[in-house]
């Protein structure tokens, strides 16, 4: 399963979503994005997926990393962009909360196994 995420930045924060109790990994926090569709590249994939799950839009989409991950029923390929948060106001239609965070803190949040690589990446070149 492909999967595309936003390392998404406002200033020197970078936002984390956590998920619905409804959803797979509920509590768990993690980089918003989803499934890319079928011949969807990554980037439109991106751009799709943070307009339907949070009303929001973002620019400067650089591509940062990829990350596979075996969960016990399935497997995903994350693929990460760093992008910059365009200003509005954000609606949490598949999530249940969200924080700005600076990317010291990020590793004190339960975060979803698959972002796991991509924070401590971060730091790596930080």
């Known amino acids: 399963m492909k999967v595309v995420c936003g390392i998404i930045y406002n200033g020197d924060k970078i936002l984390l979503c956590r998920r619905s109790p409804n959803k797979h990994l509920a509590g768990f926090w993690e980089?918003?994005?989803?499934?890319?569709?079928?011949?969807?590249?990554?980037?439109c994939g991106l751009i799709r997926e943070l307009d339907e799950e949070l009303s929001i839009s973002v620019k400067k989409l650089n591509y940062y990393t990829t990350v596979i991950h075996e969960y016990e029923n399935f497997t995903i390929q994350l693929i990460a962009y760093k992008c910059i948060f365009i200003e509005t106001e954000?609606?949490?239609?598949?999530?249940?909360?969200?924080?700005?965070?600076?990317?010291?803190?990020?590793?004190?949040?339960?975060?979803?196994?698959?972002?796991?690589?991509?924070?401590?990446?971060?730091?790596?070149?930080?």
């Open 90 to 126: 954000i609606k949490l239609l598949d999530h249940d909360r969200y924080e700005w965070m600076e990317l010291n803190n990020i590793l004190d949040k339960n975060l979803a196994p698959a972002d796991i690589p991509i924070v401590n990446k971060l730091n790596e070149n930080f």
């Open 31 to 43: 980089f918003p994005g989803g499934k890319i569709e079928l011949n969807e590249k990554p980037e």
